[in-house]
């Protein structure tokens, strides 16, 4: 049960923590600074400010309580006046005395703050008689009045004597350093974090098929490492795809030149059954040939449009009906998607394909989901399995014991398929049909 609370407690600080690097450098920065200050106002308001208040309220009160013992026991020709000159000479207090008054009715006119409230306290400990004291009225004074028996003493005392005025400077002090530390933590921060978010860039567009030719090394020593390793890494992929597809090229050269002699021969031979028989092997082997080069090309080079996904589905479900399939399709408004097209349509025309060759009837959705466009291609075949979901997309792997035996073809389609998919950044995933009880091949790409 601890474990449990203690899981529960760290995944909701988790919840609320920046998600992007940031935000979370800021904090790292930020953290200290804010609980250094809090520490530093925590003792200079605690300690600092709390002793020099009481200090400054303890001399007030002790002087006022000196005065009204001086008044109370003043000598017979001493006037009040010179009392009240020599205090306001010596000690920078205005007194004056209110005969026959009595301290107002209303309590204490004064804030909840902590000199005032230090104040009272002080004046309560030194001044036996019944006091009163306005701390709003006056913006540079404290009025302070002492209940007498013939009436009441008036005392002005300057509010910089009650007070410490430091801590209004302390406090914007701190929030001006913590500021332009924030400002400055800030500038720094985004100038680091901007190659790294360049570089996670260039790489997730890499893996959708993308370029960046304009992509160079920047930052910290260590991010130019990995943007440089990256580089590396894209140019030694680059390379090895155009190795194999210029080896491929050869290849589809070198075999179609015999081809197309074994093709004129067999054009000057007589009609007969072995002579269709040769054709029909011959034609065989030109689209086994162009299915090989196919899924070994990979689209590479095709450069990256802009694509209505509404439109490219139509003309797929076009090409479609001129070969009698039977297709629905169904669409949302607005599915646009940076892609290379003629691979794509390539995808999808195979998974159409695929589903038509087995099925009667074919159901085609595409739709958005979050941060993905989904499109999904149904039928109302056979279907495959569970466990023969993964080896469908094997290349040269034809499961012959679920499907159709005579169906042609060397078992590329979903192959090429998901190799499409994931170069764009997607994947395709079978599973069974729940609508039309065939094959469901479900094909998501980022947008």
Not at 35 to 54: C, G, K, P, S, T
Not at 191 to 202: D, G, H, S, T, Y
Not at 322 to 333: C, F, L, N, P, Q
Request: glycine share 6%.
């Amino acid at each position: 049960m601890a474990r449990l609370r203690q899981k529960i407690a760290e995944f909701q600080v988790k919840s609320i923590l920046p998600k992007r690097l940031f935000g979370r450098s800021l904090i790292i920065v930020i953290a200290p600074i804010v609980l250094m200050q809090a520490v530093i106002a925590y003792i200079f308001f605690e300690r600092h400010w709390d002793r020099v208040n009481r200090r400054l309220a303890r001399a007030v009160a002790s002087e006022i309580s000196l005065l009204v013992e001086t008044w109370q026991t003043l000598p017979a020709g001493v006037t009040f006046d010179s009392v009240a000159n020599r205090a306001a000479r010596t000690i920078h207090l205005e007194l004056a005395f209110l005969n026959d008054e009595k301290l107002p009715d209303e309590g204490p006119k004064t804030p909840f703050s902590m000199p005032e409230a230090t104040l009272a306290r002080e004046l309560a400990k030194r001044i036996p008689q019944p006091f009163w004291f306005d701390a709003v009225t006056y913006e540079d004074y404290v009025d302070i009045r002492v209940q007498l028996s013939d009436g009441v003493l008036r005392v002005l005392a300057p509010r910089n004597r009650i007070t410490s005025e430091t801590a209004h400077i302390f406090i914007l002090w701190m929030i001006g350093s913590s500021l332009v530390l924030l400002a400055i933590a800030t500038v720094f921060l985004r100038n680091q974090i901007r190659p790294i978010a360049a570089l996670a860039e260039a790489a997730e567009g890499f893996g959708k098929g993308r370029q960046f030719p304009n992509f160079k090394p920047a930052g910290a020593e260590e991010v130019r490492r990995a943007s440089t390793a990256f580089i590396e890494m894209r140019d030694r992929i680059q390379r090895q795809i155009q190795q194999r597809t210029a080896m491929l090229a050869g290849v589809s050269h070198d075999l179609r030149t015999p081809i197309t002699r074994m093709k004129l021969q067999l054009a000057m031979l007589p009609p007969s059954e072995e002579k269709e028989d040769f054709a029909a092997d011959l034609t065989e082997m030109e689209r086994m040939l162009e299915g090989y080069l196919a899924f070994a090309r990979g689209q590479q080079s095709e450069a990256v449009t802009d694509v209505d996904i509404a439109q490219l589905l139509e003309e797929i479900r076009t090409e479609a009906l001129r070969h009698g399939a039977k297709i629905d399709i169904s669409v949302t408004e607005g599915l646009r998607l940076e892609v290379r097209r003629v691979a794509l349509k390539r995808c999808i025309v195979n998974l159409v394909e695929n589903a038509c060759s087995f099925g009667r009837n074919v159901r085609i959705r595409a739709e958005r989901r979050d941060v993905l466009i989904e499109v999904t291609v149904e039928d109302d075949g056979p279907g495959l399995a569970e466990e023969y979901f993964e080896e469908a997309f094997r290349p040269f792997h034809r499961l012959d014991e679920s499907r159709n035996q005579d169906r042609p073809g060397v078992g590329l389609g979903l192959a090429i398929a998901r190799d499409v998919a994931r170069s764009h950044g997607g994947d395709i995933v079978l599973s069974r049909s729940a609508v039309l009880g065939g094959l469901k091949a479900r094909l998501w790409l980022p947008l």
